[in-house]
């Protein structure tokens, strides 16, 4: 299986691109049709990159895209077979895409568990090692890991993702130890709770396993560690993200960016 953009894409330093621009590059992120991904898609495409908006909802994901003047790949990451021959043409790869399932380990499903690590954990991985191989013969390459502050910190009721953002971690540090020497970047995001529908469609579900309201799950549970008591903004993201992907961020790597408004620093 390949994806491949349009030709004509030679040298570390694409002609006409300006300092500090993303004209030239190219931007595959996962989950892109909405939420963080859509913000990242967005920051990512003003910054001058053609962005590719990859996600199961096609139709979200071609309206966005026809937006930015990008392309849409409607893709279904669980099938990871066929991934497994992908060849993928980006300078920019944004691993976004996730879910959520908030439940105590001993009701945890199996099938739940392990569909969480295939699209958090193997997904990324698959993705990675289909761009790498560009990346490496441009000498370029930003990859961009949206993780969480899960990544560094564990919740009860959420083993799964809490595993697999810790994996995510773990891939993303190996990426940049190979990939520094050949102009190829990796670097972990990691926001707090983020105004995004994933966030929104926790609420009943913490609701019931902590025994209060709804409106009292964000005060008292989401927000109960950050010193910033409100939600991260999904264009906050996508900011940090955008400066990843630059020629600024050239020497960053193997890092985790921690944007949690103080959760981690207790």
């Not at 004209?23 to 590719?52: D, H, K």
């Not at 001993?106 to 990346?135: N, S, W």
């Not at 540090?173 to 707090?192: D, I, M, W």
Request: proline fraction near 3%.
């Amino acid at each position: 299986m390949s994806y491949i953009g349009s030709g004509g894409r030679t040298g570390t330093q694409p002609a006409g691109r300006s300092e500090g621009s993303l004209g030239g590059r190219r931007a595959v992120i996962t989950g892109g049709a909405s939420g963080i991904g859509a913000a990242c898609a967005r920051s990512l495409a003003a910054r001058g990159a053609s962005v590719v908006v990859a996600d199961r909802d096609g139709q979200g994901a071609a309206a966005l895209a026809q937006d930015l003047e990008g392309e849409a790949w409607a893709v279904d990451l669980l099938d990871t077979a066929a991934l497994e021959d992908l060849t993928l043409d980006a300078d920019i790869l944004v691993n976004n895409a996730g879910i959520q399932t908030v439940s105590a380990i001993q009701d945890f499903r199996p099938d739940d568990f392990r569909r969480i690590q295939k699209l958090m954990v193997e997904v990324p991985f698959l993705l990675i090692r289909a761009a790498l191989p560009g990346m490496y013969e441009r000498g370029f390459g930003r990859i961009i890991n949206i993780s969480s502050v899960h990544g560094l910190r564990a919740s009860p009721f959420k083993s799964a993702y809490v595993t697999a953002k810790h994996g995510l971690e773990g891939l993303s540090k190996v990426t940049a130890l190979e990939g520094g020497e050949r102009g190829v970047t990796s670097n972990c995001v990691n926001p707090g709770y983020v105004r995004t529908p994933l966030v929104e469609n926790q609420l009943a579900d913490q609701a019931r396993l902590h025994g209060i309201s709804e409106d009292e799950v964000l005060s008292k549970i989401l927000l109960t560690e950050s010193a910033i008591k409100r939600l991260v903004e999904p264009e906050e993201v996508a900011s940090l993200v955008a400066w990843l992907a630059g020629d600024d961020a050239g020497m960053v790597t193997g890092s985790s960016y921690v944007m949690d408004g103080g959760w981690s620093a207790r």
